[in-house]
C-alpha cells in the first residue's frame, strides 16, 4: 500500500453562502491536497496529516473531520491549550478569492515542534511520499523554518518522494525576501514541486510559464508541474516541457483548485502514470471543484470519471 505523509494546517474556513452569511467547513492548503490524495488513491493508499492541534472543541471537530476523510491522524500532534486558525473567503463575480485570516495563535504553527518531539525524521521515514506546502513553512517561526528545511532534506534519502507547493501567500510573510528564499530552499529539496504562474511572479517577478520552468530547474527540480488557472498545465521533466489544457468548467469557486490539482496528480505519479497523464487527471479533478463552492466538496462530486492512463 502506498504510505503518503501531507505536512500542514488545517483551519476553520468561513465561505459565503448569502449575503453576510456565512457556512463553517475545514480546509487549508496542504490539508486539502491530503484529502484529495487520499479520494483519488483510494484503497491503493494511506495518508497521513501531520500538523498540531488545540484541545478545545474546535480542533476536536478537525480531527474528526480528518479521520472521516479517511486519513491518519496519529501525526495530528495535540497542543494543550491551543486553538486552531480560522479564514473567511470573499468570491468577487467571476468566482476569484481573496482571504482574511486569524491564525497568529494557531496550534500548527507547532508542527515542527511537535514532530521532533514525537520521532522527529523517523516518524516520517519509509513513506512514498512527502508533501508540504510554502503555506506549511510560512506559518512556522523562523528558526522553526530552518530546522524543518534542515529535518526534509535529512529525510530525503529515506522516502520515496518529497513534493512541494510553493504556494506563495504575501500576508504571511513579513516581505517577499524571505519567501523567496524559503521557496527556493524547499526547492533544492523537493523531488517535485507543483507551483502555480502566480507563486513566480510574485517571488520572481516572472510571468512567462517557460521562464518559470527555468527557473525551477536551476534549482535542481527534476519534475515540475505548473499551473495557470484556465491556461492549463505546463510540465517540465527529464522527457522534455509538454502543456497540458485545462477543460472548460463554469467556476463558482475557485478556492481548492490547485490543491485538487496537486492531490490527482500526486496519486496518478505514485501509481505509475506519466506526468501528461497525471496532469490531465488534476486538470478534471480541478475542474469539477471549481464548479462548486468551497475548499473541499463533497466526496461524490469529487471522484473521476475516468482514470489516468500510464
Not at 483510494?42 to 496529516?49: D, E, K, N, P, T
Request: hydrophobic share 45%; net charge negative.
Amino acid at each position: 500500500m502506498i504510505r503518503a505523509v501531507a505536512i500542514g494546517e488545517a483551519m476553520i474556513e468561513l465561505r459565503p453562502t448569502a449575503p453576510s452569511l456565512y457556512a463553517r467547513a475545514i480546509a487549508g492548503d496542504a490539508y486539502n491536497t491530503g484529502v484529495y490524495l487520499a479520494r483519488s488513491l483510494g484503497a491503493a493508499g494511506r495518508v497521513s496529516f501531520l500538523t498540531a492541534l488545540g484541545d478545545e472543541a474546535l480542533s476536536a471537530a478537525i480531527r474528526a473531520h480528518i479521520e472521516a476523510e479517511g486519513l491518519d491522524a496519529s501525526l495530528a500532534f495535540p497542543v494543550p491549550g491551543g486553538q486552531p486558525g480560522l479564514y473567511m473567503i470573499e468570491l468577487d463575480a467571476q468566482g476569484d478569492r481573496s482571504f482574511h485570516y486569524w491564525r497568529s495563535t494557531s496550534a500548527a504553527r507547532r508542527w515542527y515542534v511537535e514532530l521532533i518531539a514525537h520521532g522527529g525524521a523517523d516518524a516520517l521515514a519509509g513513506a512514498d511520499l512527502v508533501y508540504l506546502s510554502g503555506i506549511s513553512l510560512a506559518i512556522l517561526p523562523p528558526e522553526d523554518r530552518a530546522g524543518a528545511l534542515g529535518l526534509l532534506r535529512a529525510l530525503k534519502p529515506r522516502v520515496g518522494h518529497i513534493a512541494f507547493d510553493p504556494n506563495v501567500r504575501p500576508k504571511l510573510w513579513p516581505d517577499l525576501e524571505p519567501a523567496r528564499q524559503a521557496v527556493e530552499a524547499a526547492c533544492t529539496i523537493a523531488d517535485l514541486v507543483l507551483p502555480s504562474d502566480v507563486d513566480g511572479e510574485l517571488i520572481w517577478d516572472e510571468t512567462d510559464p517557460a521562464r518559470q520552468l527555468d527557473r525551477y530547474a536551476a534549482l535542481g527540480v527534476r519534475e515540475v508541474a505548473l499551473t495557470a488557472g484556465a491556461g492549463g498545465a505546463w510540465l517540465r521533466t527529464p522527457e522534455g516541457d509538454a502543456h497540458v489544457p485545462a477543460p472548460a468548467t463554469h467556476v463558482v469557486d475557485t478556492s481548492g483548485a490547485g490543491d485538487s490539482f496537486n492531490g490527482a496528480y500526486l496519486a496518478a505519479r505514485l501509481q505509475g502514470a506519466a506526468p501528461h497523464a497525471a496532469a490531465a487527471a488534476g486538470l478534471r479533478l480541478a475542474a469539477r471543484v471549481v464548479a462548486a463552492p468551497g475548499a473541499l466538496i463533497p466526496a461524490d462530486l469529487s471522484h473521476p470519471s475516468e482514470g489516468p492512463s500510464p
